[in-house]
């Protein structure tokens, strides 16, 4: 007498990661998923998913989020991030997408957002053939953008793609109409290695330009200490 018939192994197409069903890809209007690439993992892909939809909350809040209290961010974060988490059909961990894109972008506001002082002009900005996370302008400095990296292993933060990406932007920025001071570059898991990607190709960590979160804060404070005399703020050339 034979034995029972062992179960067959699941299988799932090699398109598609494990928890995305085949409908969400079939669907026509654009989706964060349509932009990203079949990723190794579907730890890697859930962390590039999260991180496209956080910057779509920052897109659509920013210029309110930057003035709010810690907890009146959540507040309008959270529920914000579930209806996007809902939208993209995310299945089976939209709970902790939608508490990761939550922290993601509180945290990009309040430790990594320029004050109020530099001007929000918009996200998905077109430059170097590619399209960049944030766009501002510094009364003194100059445009510049920033480029978010929520991947969670910081071995990723400058693999090739990231590098491609950062040239072309660079580029863009060098061919930029106005005065342009770079692409801040912020791993979100690995702070320490945050860069400023200039015009002309130079790079130098964050920390020790005028761009850094902590000397933003302090122009802020010296911006009002002065009643908005913009000469206590530093010169374009002081980002070299």
């Not at 702070?191 to 330009?209: E, F, I, K, M």
Request: overall charge neutral.
């Amino acid at each position: 007498m034979t034995g029972p018939t062992p179960p067959r192994p699941r299988r799932f197409a090699p398109t598609r990661p494990p928890h995305v069903s085949a409908g969400h890809l079939r669907r026509t209007r654009r989706s964060v998923l349509d932009v990203v690439e079949v990723p190794e993992s579907a730890s890697l892909n859930f962390d590039r998913i999260v991180g496209s939809l956080a910057q779509r909350l920052l897109a659509d809040n920013l210029d309110t989020a930057r003035s709010l209290t810690p907890s009146a961010l959540v507040d309008l974060l959270f529920d914000q991030a579930v209806a996007l988490v809902a939208a993209e059909m995310v299945r089976g961990r939209r709970q902790a997408a939608a508490t990761r894109i939550t922290s993601l972008a509180s945290h990009y506001v309040q430790r990594l957002a320029p004050p109020s002082f530099v001007a929000y002009l918009g996200a998905e900005q077109a430059l170097g053939g590619g399209r960049v996370d944030l766009t501002y302008e510094h009364p003194t400095l100059g445009v510049f953008f920033d480029e978010l990296k929520a991947w969670r292993n910081p071995q990723l933060v400058l693999d090739e793609a990231t590098l491609a990406q950062l040239d072309r932007f660079v580029r863009g920025a060098s061919a930029y109409g106005t005065p342009c001071v770079g692409v801040r570059l912020l791993p979100v898991s690995a702070l320490a290695n945050a860069q400023l990607h200039r015009p002309d190709g130079s790079v130098a960590p964050l920390a020790a330009t005028p761009l850094s979160p902590v000397a933003l804060r302090d122009q802020h404070e010296a911006l009002i200490g002065a009643g908005g005399d913009l000469s206590v703020l530093p010169e374009l050339g002081a980002a070299a």
